[in-house]
């Protein structure tokens, strides 16, 4: 009778960002899918679907921080010796490689502009399932800056775009981004989870997607 023996052996710092990215983009196809799912919902006004889709949706921001994260758990000088040069020339074809080049993250972008009003014109009904979600976006965002600071020091830029400083970078993506899914401004966050969802102080439309 054969035995199970599952490799214990530690993978190295390309496997773990490269697991981790699968998982990371599992989770923004999740992500597609339930929130096209709570537009249907929105225009059907189906607010009990469209409560869950949004419920849903959260939990796959999250999740999807929690992804980042975990694609980033090895060491400052594996990510300098064996990750980034990993996705420059001459191991890639092309060069400025960055997540903004993935299709399924364009689409997620594409259907955040689309439902920009009407997540300015949400019913009450969906208001707490909404606020977590714009929170769930933070804790999103405040991972992907978390990671990036690992490994990447003060001033210096991505691979994309060398001469700009990649944290400034995030920050001015993560204010882009939350004039899309949060269109009115501040708003007051879930109390299950705490921390208040959104500070957008302009909105920031330039942003490449
Ligand atoms: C841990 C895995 C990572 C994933 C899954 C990931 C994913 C992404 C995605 C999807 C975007 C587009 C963001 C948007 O449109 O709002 C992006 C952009 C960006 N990411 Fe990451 N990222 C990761 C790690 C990092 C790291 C380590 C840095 C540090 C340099 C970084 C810095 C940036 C910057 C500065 C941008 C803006 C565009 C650019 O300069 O390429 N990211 N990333």
């Known amino acids: ?8 052996s530690t993978p190295s710092a390309i496997e773990l960002w490269k697991r981790f990215h699968w998982a990371f983009f599992v989770n923004t196809q999740g992500l597609l899918m339930a929130l096209s ?6 225009e059907t006004e189906d607010f ?10 959260a939990t796959l921001m999250r999740a999807s921080g929690a992804s ?8 400052r000088q594996e990510y300098k010796d064996q990750v980034r040069p ?14 903004l ?18 997540f300015a014109s949400l ?56 004039a899309m899914i949060a269109p009115q401004g501040r708003v007051s966050g879930c109390p299950a989870h705490g921390a208040p969802a959104t500070h957008r102080d302009e909105a920031d439309d330039d942003i490449e997607s």
Not at 48 to 57: D, I, K, L, N, S
Request: net charge negative; with cysteine; glycine share 8%.
């Open 37 to 42: 799912r709570f537009e249907r919902f929105v």
């Open 86 to 99: 990993s996705m420059m020339p001459p191991e890639l074809e092309v060069a400025g490689f960055s997540g």
């Open 123 to 178: 019913p009450d009904v969906l208001k707490h399932e909404y606020e977590d979600f714009v929170a769930a976006y933070g804790t999103l965002a405040d991972s992907h800056s978390a990671v990036c600071s690992r490994f990447v020091a003060k001033g210096e830029g991505s691979i994309r775009y060398e001469g700009d400083e990649a944290i400034e970078s995030l920050s001015r993506f993560r204010k882009g981004r939350e």
């Open 68 to 75: 980042m994260q975990l694609a980033g758990s090895f060491t």
């Open 1 to 8: 009778m054969s035995t199970f023996a599952p490799n214990m």
């Open 48 to 57: 009990e679907g469209a409560r869950r889709e949004m419920a849903a949706a």
């Open 101 to 118: 080049m993935s299709w399924d993250h364009a689409s997620l972008i594409e259907l955040w502009r689309r439902l920009s009003p009407i």
